[in-house]
């Protein structure tokens, strides 16, 4: 890595315009037309367990593998993810993310996770014994039924039939029957999500993200009750073929991010024994992020929108938190479509200054339409008060 003056750009993705890589490229263009050289600057992409995760693996040397899954509408897609030394990184996004359905046809109570275990699956036949799991961007609310199904488990109505895909049909289920469950038990699986909310109730899966993923009012006591009668009927058939007759029964749906990703997040740590980490601090560790602020003197983040919520660990703050946890500690700075965030906010949050395109550019629209040169116009900026 040599030399005392390496910048390092890790930034996430400007969402809907830029990907995490393409930001990376666009401030190294800017940084060199302002005479910071190539060889001093370390483009490190990164995500926070959403949308790009996989990418970002990819982009920090994991091998990329594409598999042919089946798509939150049932549809086949070909989904994306990275395998280096043993460890997969999948992105439950790339198998059933919102992205993937039709423009106006989100399918709130029908959409399936299913993809996501057959992901998995790929994944452990490819020799993976470890499997980083990102839970964001999704279109499903199913609690992770479809994931379980690729996995090999049946669930059965009252006569015996399979149960429909979605969050809607689970209200129908009768019976869970996990002979069939593929033997994972080798391998180990940590959940990278920033959601800290439970499966069911005011702040569960269906009541505070069922609206995102276009359901109605009506919609959500619908898919509620369909995660409520599978926590019931999958907590009891895990507990019944793992626990000693008599042992309290897990209440899984009640977890710390249980309801993330639509409950992807309960049938992880129900069914995959998961682990959760937030999902920046995770991805920086299997990118082994620590090894380019050595020598590094300045570190550039950032993500589309710098604001409140960016504050609750997000990509920009995870990266700011890295850098200031070094020895020594490296100073950082942030590259945005927009920042809402006041100065003593940024501060706190360990980034010394914020560039956003609507500093050049007041008109958002135009900012989404052409970000890369204005962004390489902030980056010469940054080299003009941080590198000279």
């Given at each position: ?42 483009r490190v992409p990164v995500a926070d367990g959403g949308d790009g995760t996989a990418e970002a693996a990819v982009a ?143 702040s569960g899966a269906a009541t505070v993200y069922g609206p995102q993923k276009g359901a109605s009012v009506s919609d ?169």
């Amino acid at each position: 890595m040599g030399g005392m003056s390496r910048v390092v750009i890790a930034s996430d993705k400007f969402k809907g315009t830029l990907t995490a890589a393409q930001v990376a490229a666009h401030v190294a263009a800017g940084l060199s037309r302002a005479g910071v050289h190539g060889a001093e600057i370390a483009r490190v992409p990164v995500a926070d367990g959403g949308d790009g995760t996989a990418e970002a693996a990819v982009a920090a040397g994991f091998r990329r593998v594409e598999a042919k899954v089946r798509g939150p509408a049932g549809v086949p897609v070909t989904a994306a993810f990275g395998l280096l030394d043993g460890t997969a990184v999948i992105e439950a996004a790339q198998a059933c993310g919102l992205s993937l359905l039709p423009a106006g046809s989100l399918a709130p109570l029908t959409a399936t996770s299913y993809g996501v275990g057959e992901l998995i699956l790929t994944a452990v036949r490819m020799g993976a014994t470890r499997a980083v799991l990102g839970l964001g961007g999704v279109a499903t609310t199913d609690g992770g039924a479809g994931l379980v199904q690729a996995l090999g488990a049946r669930l059965t109505d009252v006569s015996g039939a399979e149960v429909p895909p979605g969050g809607a049909a689970l209200a129908q289920l009768c019976t869970l029957d996990l002979s069939g469950m593929h033997d994972l038990a080798g391998v180990e699986f940590l959940v990278a999500s920033d959601v800290d909310n439970p499966l069911l109730g005011p702040s569960g899966a269906a009541t505070v993200y069922g609206p995102q993923k276009g359901a109605s009012v009506s919609d959500v006591p619908v898919l509620e009750a369909g995660l409520a009668r599978w926590a019931d009927v999958a907590e009891e058939a895990v507990g019944a073929s793992s626990l000693p007759a008599g042992a309290p029964r897990p209440a899984v749906r009640d977890a710390v991010g249980a309801g993330a990703a639509g409950g992807l997040g309960f049938a992880a740590l129900l069914f995959l024994h998961a682990r959760m980490r937030p999902g920046i601090s995770l991805l920086l560790d299997m990118v082994s992020f620590s090894r380019y602020l050595d020598g590094a003197r300045l570190v550039i983040t950032g993500e589309g929108s710098l604001d409140a919520q960016s504050l609750h660990g997000k990509a920009p703050v995870g990266v700011a938190r890295a850098a200031a946890a070094h020895h020594p500690a490296v100073p950082v700075v942030a590259v945005a479509g927009v920042c809402t965030l006041r100065p003593d906010q940024l501060r706190e949050a360990g980034i010394a200054a914020a560039y956003a395109l609507t500093d050049i550019e007041p008109d958002v629209a135009r900012c989404c339409a052409n970000p890369g040169p204005l962004l390489e116009r902030l980056a010469a900026r940054i080299a003009e008060d941080w590198l000279r």
